[in-house]
């Protein structure tokens, strides 16, 4: 399966952006998903999972009450609301495929394949 990110960009502290992971070429509907951000010079951090069905979903605390993750299986697609940014969460943002169906899963070695990333910036 092939992962793509889309949505990302510049908005200033406080707005909104909304992130899609679109999947082609397998199967989607099965499998958690993840998303993940990427700060210059800092390691890959998990933000979001979301069960294959959609009905289960765990947050990191850093984003919990902001983030609102979504899935819809018809359109293979999962998509990230970001909510009341702030300049720390800028970063390169991932969407994965979880390796297994396992609830929870926070570890970037938990997921693949992964999307190419899309940038978002906050700025203050």
């Known amino acids: 399966v092939q992962l793509v990110e889309s949505g990302g960009g510049l908005v200033q502290a406080g707005g909104s952006l909304r992130l899609s992971c679109t999947a082609s070429?397998?199967?989607?509907?099965?499998?958690?998903m993840g998303w993940f951000r990427q700060a210059l010079g800092k390691e890959r951090e998990f933000i979001v999972g979301?069960?294959?069905?959609?009905?289960?979903?765990w947050y990191a605390d850093s984003v919990k009450g902001r983030f609102t993750i979504s899935r819809d299986n018809a359109k293979n697609t999962a998509s990230l609301q970001m909510n009341s940014l702030k300049p720390e969460d800028t970063g390169v943002y991932y969407c994965?495929?979880?390796?297994?169906?396992?609830?929870?899963?926070?570890?970037?070695?938990?997921?693949?394949?992964w999307g190419q990333g899309t940038l978002v910036t906050v700025s203050s």
């Open positions: 994965a495929r979880g390796l297994e169906g396992r609830i929870g899963c926070l570890l970037p070695e938990d997921y693949d394949p």
């Open positions: 979301i069960s294959g069905s959609g009905r289960r979903t």
């Open positions: 070429g397998g199967t989607f509907t099965n499998y958690n």
